[in-house]
Nanobody, 123 residues
Framework: QIHLVESGGGLVQTGDSLSLSCSFS????????MAWFRQAPVEERQFVAG??????YYADSVKGRFTISRDNSKNMFYLQMNSLKPEDPAVYYC??????????????????WGQGTQVTVSI
């Protein structure tokens, strides 16, 4: 069982930046995908960004504003969020799993989830 813990959420203003961190207890032996999902109230969970074998993937809504990165030596990965918009507030979850590439943006094949961290953006 891999445990993930997010940190870095909070309240910011539109246009501000925020950095989320995710620490994980151990690295899976296969080539995992590490990703961020988010869920706003009364909305479905959405893929935000993922990193897999050195390649990064982004939702269109965050492309150019958010950056995912990882540091395997520290068992950490990150989400740098710039130019935050009113539509970005949500609970952000860090996840690890082994989806096939075509399913990378689906939450179905991610076995390990953090508890979530709230991001709030004031207008």
């Amino acid at each position: 069982q891999i445990h993930l813990v997010e940190s870095g959420g909070g309240l910011v203003q539109t246009g501000d930046s925020l950095s989320l961190s995710c620490s994980f207890s151990e690295r899976p032996s296969n080539r995992p995908t590490m990703a961020w999902f988010r869920q706003a109230p009364v909305e479905e969970r959405q893929f935000v960004a993922g990193v897999r074998s050195g390649y990064t993937y982004y939702a269109d809504s965050v492309k150019g504003r958010f950056t995912i990165s990882r540091d395997n030596s520290k068992n950490m990965f990150y989400l740098q969020m710039n130019s935050l918009k009113p539509e970005d507030p949500a609970v952000y979850y860090c996840v690890i799993g082994s989806p096939i590439l075509s399913a990378l943006r689906s939450d179905c094949d991610y076995a390990y989830w953090g508890q979530g961290t709230q991001v709030t953006v004031s207008i």
